[in-house]
């Protein structure tokens, strides 16, 4: 069975940084694209970023230049550094595979407040 098990979230003040990570079980990461997502309240579920099996990545014009998805297959996990956050990134953070997703894990919540 596949788990996405992410962590690192908590309440954090504007301008500070952020360490997201998700750990995979049941599958190696090695040979997949994985994105984390953001749902923030009352929102759709976002795409905030990606990083594909060949170590490319991709992001979200809202979060360009401040965020950076990173991935230790070793680990199998992966990671979303998160820079200079603000309230509007405060939502629920999520990883999964992609283009196919997974069972959605419980999320790691984030909280930009002062």
């Known amino acids: 069975q596949v788990q996405l098990v992410e962590s690192g979230g908590g309440l954090v003040q504007p301008g500070e940084s952020l360490r997201l990570a998700c750990r995979a079980s049941?599958?190696?990461?090695?040979?997949?694209?994985l994105g984390w997502y953001r749902q923030a309240p009352g929102k759709q579920r976002e795409l905030v970023a990606v990083t594909t099996s060949l170590f490319s990545t991709n992001y979200a014009d809202s979060v360009k230049g401040r965020f950076t998805i990173s991935r230790d297959n070793a680990k199998n996990t992966v990671y979303l550094q998160m820079n200079s956050v603000g309230p509007e990134d405060t939502a629920v953070y999520y990883c999964?595979?992609?283009?196919?997703?997974?069972?959605w894990g419980q999320g790691t919540q984030v909280t930009v407040s002062s």
């Open positions: 049941g599958i190696s990461i090695r040979g997949y694209e």
């Open positions: 999964n595979t992609r283009p196919t997703a997974r069972d």
